[in-house]
């Protein structure tokens, strides 16, 4: 039924011919097999979201998350295509953002758009949400406007208190916990470009661990049955609490959850090598700790190879410090004298790196949530 553009099947520039019958849009790929698409929403729904959060993919089941991939498989067809989309016309959303970001902000903006909807952006001085209005009263005045909400901050408590006075979906763009958009993208990017059912990709991540990029990984590679592996210094894994959580939920799917220190070990036949930054947002103090802890774990070219995967994809949520191109890189050159942290520009620039893959395709998995919760 869907479209994939991985390294076994037509990409999407390989279509040469479409039209339309009824609800159907069918696709006439070069090599003369038809490939259907519905993008009627109430034909994409054997699997029935409407009203839900996403507060964390802890709540989401291997079946939903399954069907959100092929949602947003679907919509990014449709955009390549240069459809119009109308399935949130009349709908009103609105932002709200404690932290900076720029591929949060424009993949909704982007994706709301696309499918008719109106956007409403508050940063963190164009409201009084805990200032002079308690988060519940803010929740529930917003509900009243709003179809759907987005969250981007630090506190995990106030993207739950904003779900739980709403009453209409609430979706987490990043909390200090959790960044349950960016999973989704992440596993879309991964059915792209590596030839194996995610429940059969061994997935590495490198860094720290403990950070809500490390929780969220591990739980959506739980959710869905992947060889999930940190590779990190101790005291920079996960909770052990979310570990043993996770390791009940990998029993169920035929995952896997392993912690470890060795770096050679831990890459061996990796599908995926994954990074984030070292220092998240308002921990800028901590640079100097961060890196004499991660530095030996720096995703470069030697680590690549000690997969033995000469397919391997390099992939980060982005940004990321791999050059002097930017203030902060500049600054800690100045202060420690790393060209590079988390990754070499080698690696960021070679043909294993999927990047900007990874980064659209926050826009298409984004307007899958929104479309199929509103």
Known sequence: MH???SKKTKPITEIIAHKHHRNLLIFIVSDGVYKPIYFKEELLMPVNLKGRSLITLKHFTTVEIRYLLDLARDLKAKKRMGMKGSLL????????????????????????????????FLGSNDSQMGKKESLEDTAKVLGRYYDGIEFRGFKQETVELLAEHAGVPVWNGLTDLYHPTQILADLLTITEHVAKPLNKVKFVYVGDARNNMGNSLMIGAAKMGMDFRAVAPKELFPSE??????????????????????????????????????????EEDQFEARIKQLLPYQVNMEMIQKTGNPDVIFMHCLPAFHDLETKVGNEIHEKFGLKEMEVTDEVFRSKHSVVFDEAENRMHTIKAVMVATI
Do not use: P, Q
């Open 241 to 282: 609490e979310l570990v043993a959580e996770m390791k009940e939920v990998a029993k169920e799917t035929g995952g896997r959850i392993t912690l470890t220190e060795d770096i050679a070990e831990g890459v061996k036949d990796a599908d995926v090598i994954y990074t984030d930054v070292w220092v998240s947002m308002g």
């Open 89 to 120: 016309e009349g709908k009103n959303i609105v932002l709200l953002f404690e932290k900076a970001s720029t591929r949060t902000r424009c993949a909704f903006e982007v994706a709301a758009l696309d499918e008719g909807a109106h956007i409403t």
């Open 3 to 5: 479209v994939y553009a």
